[in-house]
């Protein structure tokens, strides 16, 4: 599945990142996508772009962990081309 970025102006390069969900309270069709974003990107704009329609998206990065290229990573993390990105739900109980 391939997502563009909606505010990515013309003139502006591209570069396909991996994301996957780990135990994401929502339906999506997949929980791994390769996603077309703009340069410079980060891990938030990521994520705000592809659950654009999910109600909660603040309050999923806050209640968030992310890894990309299996390194712990803050949602103002940029993004390089080919960049694996893992969100992965804060779990809790006991």
Same mark, same amino acid.
């Given at each position: $599945?391939? #997502?563009?970025?909606?505010? &990515?102006? #013309?003139? @502006?390069?591209?570069?396909?990142?991996?994301?996957?969900?780990? %135990?994401?309270?929502?339906? #999506?069709?997949?929980?791994? $996508? =390769? @996603?077309?974003?703009?340069? %410079? &990107? /980060?891990?938030?704009?990521?994520?705000?772009? /592809?659950?654009?329609?999910? =109600?909660?998206?603040?309050?999923?990065?806050?209640?968030?962990?992310? $890894?990309?290229?299996?390194?712990? +990573?803050? +949602? *103002? /993390?940029?993004?390089?081309? &080919? *960049?694996?990105?893992?969100? $992965?739900?804060?779990?809790? %109980?006991?």
């Amino acid at each position: $599945m391939f #997502l563009i970025f909606e505010q &990515a102006p #013309l003139e @502006v390069n591209l570069m396909l990142v991996k994301l996957k969900y780990y %135990g994401v309270p929502i339906r #999506l069709s997949r929980n791994v $996508m =390769d @996603v077309i974003v703009p340069e %410079g &990107a /980060t891990v938030e704009e990521l994520i705000k772009s /592809t659950l654009k329609n999910y =109600d909660s998206v603040y309050e999923l990065i806050k209640n968030s962990s992310f $890894m990309v290229n299996k390194c712990r +990573a803050e +949602a *103002d /993390t940029e993004l390089h081309d &080919a *960049d694996e990105v893992i969100v $992965m739900r804060l779990l809790g %109980g006991g």
